[in-house]
């Protein structure tokens, strides 16, 4: 997919599995979003967790175009506006508050907003959001929790992710709330310092095809 994500049910819609990838060093990020893109995943999270960050999305938005490379971990609005400005195509964040939920919409960008709780859904469904990051998924009930959602909020779609597996990803893949689940199995640290590209391709096409 190479045109921009123009609401959230656009980046749940990019692919079965959303990449969640931590970049310590920026020099590895376009070869590691080829990589992913290679295996059929275009959308890619990068989260805010360290310094290389912001710089890595900013390769990757220049330099891999046919990527849709979004920021992760977005926790404040200054961080939303870093990420709009490095040139991040959507933005997650782990939980949401009003004034972190009105910074990401300020940006124009599409956003997963992060959820634990029926209340904190609600919250984001009175507000016009409707496609939301379930967050930490395994600790916080699951795909249990999700299936029970399904009755009285069924206009809402999640991105689950923590603590998720290849192994379970099917599991939340088949509730027809979840749009896709996020995922870190496959771009774990030592296949990245390694540069084992070729592995994390092989991993990818795994994911595409769940």
Do not use: H
């Amino acid at each position: 997919m190479t045109t921009n994500p123009r609401s959230g049910a656009d980046i749940l819609d990019l692919a079965p599995v959303m990449p969640v990838v931590v970049v310590s060093d920026a020099e590895t990020a376009v070869p590691l979003a080829r990589a992913l893109v290679a295996g059929g995943l275009p959308g890619i999270e990068v989260t805010l967790r360290t310094p290389a960050a912001l710089d890595a999305i900013g390769r990757i938005a220049a330099e891999v175009p046919e990527a849709v490379v979004g920021a992760g971990t977005v926790v404040t609005t200054e961080q939303a506006s870093a990420a709009a400005g490095a040139g991040a195509r959507f933005l997650v964040s782990p939980g949401c508050t009003d004034g972190l939920v009105s910074a990401m919409a300020d940006t124009g960008l599409p956003f997963l907003p992060g959820v634990g709780t029926v209340s904190e859904a609600m919250a984001l469904l009175e507000r016009g959001v409707s496609e939301m990051k379930f967050f930490p998924a395994e600790a916080a009930g699951g795909a249990a929790f999700l299936k029970s959602l399904a009755g009285p909020l069924p206009q809402v779609r999640f991105c689950p992710t923590g603590g998720i597996t290849a192994a379970s990803a099917s599991t939340y893949l088949a509730l027809p709330n979840v749009g896709c689940v996020g995922g870190s199995w496959l771009t774990s640290s030592d296949l990245v310092s390694a540069g084992d590209w070729d592995r994390i391709t092989g991993l990818a096409r795994e994911a595409a095809a769940l």
